[in-house]
Nanobody, 119 residues
Framework: QVQLVESGGGLVQAGGSLRLSCAASGSIFSLIDMAWYRQAPGKQRELVAGISSRNNTNYSDSVKGRFTISRDNAKNTVYLQMNSLKPEDTAVYYC?????????????WGQGTQVTVSS
């Protein structure tokens, strides 16, 4: 089982920056892929960025060039550096991972952290 705890959200003006952190429990962090999702009011949850266990990254088109996902396996933590923030980036941001045991996939989510970008 994996527990995820996000931190780092807050209120920032457009053009500003924030760094989100997600601390994971357990001893398998270095072996699992991690991702950040976000959900704005009235919208579906969407993938923002992902990072594999081998440090391969992917980004949604809406954040490419502005956001950077990274991980520190020694600290069991994944980060999301968000630069040039826009009002449309306002959402609750969630950390996510999934693991496979005995042929079945299990999804894990953090509690979410609010990011609000004012214009």
């Amino acid at each position: 089982q994996v527990q995820l705890v996000e931190s780092g959200g807050g209120l920032v003006q457009a053009g500003g920056s924030l760094r989100l952190s997600c601390a994971a429990s357990g001893s398998i962090f270095s072996l699992i892929d991690m991702a950040w999702y976000r959900q704005a009011p009235g919208k579906q949850r969407e993938l923002v960025a992902g990072i594999s266990s081998r440090n391969n990254t992917n980004y949604s088109d809406s954040v490419k060039g502005r956001f950077t996902i990274s991980r520190d396996n020694a600290k069991n933590t994944v980060y999301l550096q968000m630069n040039s923030l826009k009002p449309e980036d306002t959402a609750v941001y969630y950390c996510h991972t999934s693991t496979r045991r005995f042929g079945r996939w299990y999804d894990y989510w953090g509690q979410g952290t609010q990011v609000t970008v004012s214009s």
